[in-house]
C-alpha cells in the first residue's frame, strides 16, 4: 500500500545536537511538507517543498533545516539552534493541485 | 490572506448526540475544502472533502456542504459514537503550495 512512513517514532535529542526526523513517501507525490504540533494546538509549518532540490521556507523555520535531493525523500533536521523542540512533527505529501494532503503517522521530539 | 476559523473545544458530547463543529474560512479564489481528523498519538486522516461551491462531503456518516454564500464548511454527524473522540481540523487549499489549517476542535463522546 501507498504511504508516508516516519521515523523514528519516538526520538531523544540532547543539548546542543542535531537530530534528523526521516520522511519517506511511495505516492508518486510532488510536493512535501513539515509540520509542527504542540499540545492543544493546530499545524504550524515549517518547510515545504514542490520539487526536487528545491524548498521554501514555512511560517516557523527558524532552527530548522531540509533537503530533497530525492522525490520520495524529504528529511528534517532540527538544529541547535531550535531552543524548543520539544514537539510532535508531522510530514504529508500531495500530488496534485487543490488536492488533500496525505500525512505520517508523525515522530514525537523531546529534549533529554 | 487566507485563514480558517473553527469553533472553540473541547467539545463534550453524550454517545447518540448530534455533532456540529463550525468552520468558517476567508480565502481568494476558490479553495478546496478539507475536514481532518486526528486521533490520540496519530497523524492527520483526511475525513472528507469538496471541491466546489455546494459539493458535500461525506464519510462515515460525518457530512460537509461546502457553502460560498457563508464562507463556511460546518462538520456534521448526527449520532456520535465514543469511537470519534478525537480532533477535528478544519482546512483550505487554494494552490499547489500550502494547506492552511484551523486550530483544531477537540471532540470527546461519553458513554
Known amino acids: 500500500d501507498g504511504g508516508i512512513t516516519q521515523s523514528p517514532k519516538y526520538l531523544f535529542r540532547k543539548e546542543g545536537q542535531n537530530v534528523t526526523l526521516s520522511c519517506e513517501q511511495n505516492?508518486?507525490?510532488?510536493?512535501m511538507y513539515w509540520y509542527r504540533q504542540d499540545p492543544g494546538q493546530g499545524l504550524r509549518l515549517i518547510y515545504y517543498s514542490q520539487i526536487v532540490n528545491d524548498f521554501q521556507k514555512g511560517d516557523i523555520a527558524e532552527g530548522y533545516s531540509v533537503s530533497r535531493e530525492k522525490k520520495e525523500s524529504f528529511p528534517l533536521t532540527v538544529t541547535s539552534a531550535q531552543k524548543n523542540p520539544t514537539a510532535f512533527y508531522l510530514c504529508a505529501s500531495t500530488g496534485e493541485p487543490n488536492q488533500p494532503q496525505h500525512f505520517g503517522d508523525g515522530t514525537r521530539l523531546s529534549i533529554l | 490572506g487566507n485563514s480558517v476559523t473553527q469553533m472553540e473545544g473541547p467539545v463534550t458530547l453524550s454517545e447518540e448526540a448530534f455533532l456540529t463543529i463550525n468552520c468558517t474560512y476567508t480565502a481568494t479564489g476558490y479553495p478546496s475544502l478539507f475536514w481532518y481528523v486526528q486521533y490520540p498519538g496519530e497523524g492527520l486522516q483526511l475525513l472528507l472533502k469538496a471541491t466546489k461551491a455546494d459539493d458535500k462531503g461525506s464519510n462515515k456518516g460525518f457530512e460537509a456542504t461546502y457553502r460560498k454564500e457563508t464562507t463556511s464548511f460546518h462538520l456534521e454527524k448526527g449520532s456520535v459514537q465514543v469511537s470519534d473522540s478525537a480532533v477535528y481540523f478544519c482546512a483550505l487549499k487554494t494552490s499547489y503550495d500550502k494547506v492552511i489549517f484551523g486550530p483544531g476542535t477537540s471532540l470527546s463522546v461519553i458513554p
Open positions: 505516492l508518486n507525490h510532488d510536493a
